[in-house]
Structure formats: C-alpha cells, structure tokens
C-alpha cells in the first residue's frame, strides 16, 4: 500500500496552530540548515507568526544572503533590463518555493515517522506501567501472607510459652517472688483485644495429700484469687 497523502489545510484551532507552526518553523529551520551543510550553498529563510513576531535563519547569515540576492537582481538589472531582472527574480522564486514545498514534503514525512515512534514509545510505558502495577500488587500479597505466617508463629509461641497461671491477686496475697519471663506474650486466651502484656513468672509449691511439687506459673493480670493448671 501506497502512503497515504497529508491534506494540507490552515489548522483551525489557534492553540494547534500555535504548536503545529512552532515544530514546523523548528524542522524547516533544521532542514535548511542540512541543505546549506550538504550542498555548501547560501541559505536564508525569515518567517512571520501569527502574531506578527519575525523568526530567520540564514547561512552564513540572513544579512549576508539577503544583500547577495539584491545585489545579484541589480547586476541582472543594469545587464539585461528590467524584463529580464524580472524574469530572472521570478526563476529564483519558483526555484526556492519547489526547494520549500520539497522540505515541507520531508518535514510532513519525518513527522508522520515521529507520530508513529511516539506511539509505539506510548504504548511500551503502558505496558511497563501495567507491569510495574501488577508486579506491585504480587508484593503486597506476598507482604500480607508472610505477615498472616509470621502472627500465627507469634500466636503459637505464646499460647504454648507456659500451661500454668497465677493471678496477680494471689501472687500479691501469698507473697510469692516475681521474676521475670523469658518470653513475654500477649494474653490472647482472655483478652480478645491482645492487650494484656504476660511478662512475669513466679514459682509455686503445692501439695496433695503426700504428693508435693513446684511448678513454674505465668502471672496474669486478674483479680480472682486463681491458679491454674495447663489453662486452654
């Protein structure tokens, strides 16, 4: 398939005006600029906006090109006439506007190839963005399962740290020694809220009948006067 031809037409929108002329004078510049390297030839080009602002660029210099090309009409002037100076002025037109539309052609192509990277450019950020969001949300569900494992180790350490209890009203009331515990926890079995910090311990000595023992019991915080043996 052949490329589809550009319909060259004034841009309606004064905003998309403004830009479309600001990118085009950019590449016509750059253009002529290449023609002048290339071809070793004197250029110069002087562009009004919208707004009536001048822009040039010239090789070596608008001045310098300008003040060739008017001496240049005066020597044909004095040499053949008037007629034929404006024979000649009208050739150097014509001959500079193909050379233009011939630019303005290469600007139009250049572009189309730009709008196309543009997109293709678009397109991958989108895909790395979707990528990234993706690949994010695998982290935080990952983050919430180790998390989710770790607390059921916690939850499992402490309810298997000690299987006897001692209230602090009977800890108080029989004088038993505190001493601290090796791995404080937080009482969950009788504290929904997990607020209850147990962190001290205390021995015990007990008898039944002939039977006497020592255990080591956790000092929870209640006002009964309890002990208990392998709490659930």
């Not at 038993?176 to 515990?181: E, Y």
């Not at 090796?182 to 607020?195: I, M, S, T, V």
């Not at 002939?210 to 043996?229: N, Q, R, S, W």
Request: hydrophobic share 35%.
């Amino acid at each position: 398939m052949g490329r589809r031809k550009i319909q060259i037409a004034v841009v309606k929108d004064p905003n998309t005006r403004q830009v479309t002329f600001s990118k085009r004078r950019t590449g016509l510049f750059k253009k002529a600029n290449e023609l002048s390297i290339l071809c070793g030839v004197e250029i110069a080009i002087v562009v009004f906006s919208i707004g009536n602002k001048p822009y040039s660029f010239g090789h070596p210099s608008v001045d310098v090109v300008v003040t060739k090309f008017l001496q240049h009409a005066t020597n044909s002037n004095d040499a053949l006439g008037s007629n034929n100076s404006s024979n000649e002025v009208v050739g150097d037109m014509e001959r500079l506007n193909q050379q233009l539309s011939d630019l303005q052609t290469q600007i139009l192509e250049e572009e189309i190839k730009g709008t196309k990277h543009d997109e293709r450019l678009k397109q991958h950020e989108v895909t790395q963005v979707f990528q990234y969001k993706e690949l994010q949300g695998l982290c935080l569900e990952l983050q919430r399962k180790v998390k989710d494992y770790v607390d059921e180790i916690e939850v499992s350490e402490y309810s298997s740290s000690c299987c006897n209890c001692c209230s602090t009203r009977l800890v108080s009331k029989l004088s038993l020694a505190i001493t601290p515990h090796p791995k404080p926890y937080k009482l969950q079995w009788l504290n929904e809220q997990g607020e209850m910090i147990v962190n001290q311990q205390v021995k015990v000595s007990f008898s039944i009948g002939t039977y006497k023992d020592e255990v080591i019991c956790d000092v929870v915080p209640m006002e009964a006067g309890h002990l208990l043996f392998g709490r659930p």
